[in-house]
C-alpha cells in the first residue's frame, strides 16, 4: 500500500528526542505568543469600546483580538526563515544521518550537531529559504501534471477526483520540499543548488511513487491534525473565557493553532521522515534522466532558475552533477 516504515520511522524521531523537545518549545512559544497577543488586544479593545458602551465593547473586542492575530501572524512571517534553518533543516539533517547508519550525538549535542551541518551546506539562512521557496515552485509544477493528463482524458468525473486528491497533495507538498533539502545534507555538495537540481530530477522521474506516498501521509496528517484539533478545544475554549468580553470565533481559532503546533512539532518531522525513506531507497543507483531535466525546465521557471543559480555558485561554471544517486553515499 504505502512504501515507508511507520516503526522505523517512529523509531528514529525517537533517537532524535532533544530535536522534539526544541521543536515543541518553539512552536509552542508561537502558540502562547498568539494568545497573549491576541488576549492582549482583545483586552485593549474592551477598554476603548467601553466608551461606546456594551456595543461598543464587543466591537473593541473583536478589531483589537483580530489586530492582536494579525500583528502575531506578522511577526511569524518575518521568523519564518530562522525556523526553516534552525529548526527545520538541522533536525533533517540529523534524520538523515540516522538513516544512513550513522551516529549522533545526543542531548543539546545534537541540536548544535544539526545546525553546523546545515551551515555548512547552506552558509546563510538567505540562501537555504530562497532555496526552498523555489523547489516549493517546482514540485508544485510536477503535481500539476496530473491534472494536466486527466484534463484530456474524456473520462467522468474524472476532474473532481483529481482535485480532491491535489487538495492532499498540498498538505503532502509542505514537506516534500524538505526531502529535496535533505538531499544536500546527504550528498554533502558544496553547491547546494546543483545538489536540489540533481534531487529534483530524481524526484520528478519517481514522481507516481512519490506523490503515492505523499498522498497517504497527507491523509495520516489529515486525520491526526484533526484529533489533536478536537483535543485541543477545550483548553481553547477556557483561553477564551479568559478573554474579556466575549469573542465566539476565538475558540475555534486557538484550537487551530494548538493543533498547528502540535502538527509542525511532532507530525511534520514523522512525515518528512517516512518521505526521506521512501525517497532515498527509490533513487538509490539510479541515473539522472535527462528528458525529465529537460521537462523540468520547459514546465518550471523557478527549476530553470534553480540550474541558473548552479551555474552561478561556482564562478559562472557549471559544476560536475552528480550522476547517480549511490555515489553521493
Known amino acids: 500500500m504505502w512504501d515507508f516504515s511507520i516503526s522505523r520511522s517512529f523509531g528514529l524521531m525517537v533517537r532524535t528526542l532533544p530535536f522534539l523537545i526544541f ?47 494579525g500583528l502575531t501572524a506578522g511577526a511569524l512571517y518575518l521568523a519564518r526563515e530562522y525556523i526553516l534553518y534552525m529548526v527545520k533543516a538541522a533536525h533533517i539533517a540529523v534524520l538523515v544521518e540516522l538513516l544512513d547508519g550513522r551516529d549522533i550525538p545526543g542531548g543539546k549535542n545534537q541540536i548544535s550537531y544539526g545546525a553546523e551541518m546545515v551551515k555548512e551546506r547552506f552558509i546563510q539562512s538567505n540562501v537555504l529559504f530562497g532555496l526552498d521557496q523555489l523547489i516549493k515552485g517546482v514540485i508544485a509544477a510536477i503535481t500539476g501534471l496530473m491534472q494536466g493528463i486527466t484534463a484530456i482524458l474524456p473520462i467522468p468525473g474524472l476532474q473532481n477526483i483529481v482535485g480532491i486528491i491535489k487538495a492532499f497533495l498540498k498538505v503532502a507538498v509542505g514537506f516534500v520540499d524538505e526531502i529535496i533539502l535533505a538531499y544536500a545534507m546527504r550528498t554533502k555538495s558544496d553547491n547546494p543548488w546543483q545538489s536540489a537540481e540533481d534531487a529534483l530530477v530524481l524526484y520528478g522521474q519517481n514522481y507516481k511513487k512519490m506523490l503515492k506516498n505523499a498522498a497517504f501521509l497527507a491523509v495520516i496528517v489529515y486525520v491526526l491534525s484533526f484529533l489533536i484539533f478536537l483535543i485541543m478545544l477545550a483548553p481553547a475554549a477556557l483561553v477564551v473565557y479568559l478573554i474579556p468580553g466575549s469573542w465566539s470565533a476565538g475558540g475555534f481559532i486557538f484550537a487551530i493553532i494548538f493543533a498547528w503546533a502540535v502538527k509542525a512539532a511532532v507530525i511534520e518531522p514523522f512525515a518528512v521522515t517516512c518521505m526521506m525513506d521512501v525517497y532515498f531507497k527509490t533513487i538509490e543507483g539510479q541515473t539522472k534522466d535527462p528528458e525529465w531535466d529537460d521537462r523540468l525546465s520547459s514546465i518550471s521557471k523557478k527549476f530553470r532558475k534553480i540550474k541558473d543559480k548552479a551555474s552561478e555558485w561556482v564562478g559562472g561554471k557549471r559544476p560536475e552533477a552528480s550522476t547517480t544517486a549511490a555515489a553521493s553515499q
Open 23 to 69: 521543536r515543541m518549545l518553539t512552536y509552542a512559544g508561537i502558540a502562547i505568543a498568539f494568545v497573549i497577543v491576541t488576549g492582549t488586544g482583545a483586552g485593549i479593545g474592551w477598554g476603548i469600546g467601553s466608551l461606546g458602551g456594551e456595543d461598543g465593547q464587543a466591537t473593541g473586542v473583536m478589531w483589537g483580538a483580530f489586530s492582536g492575530f
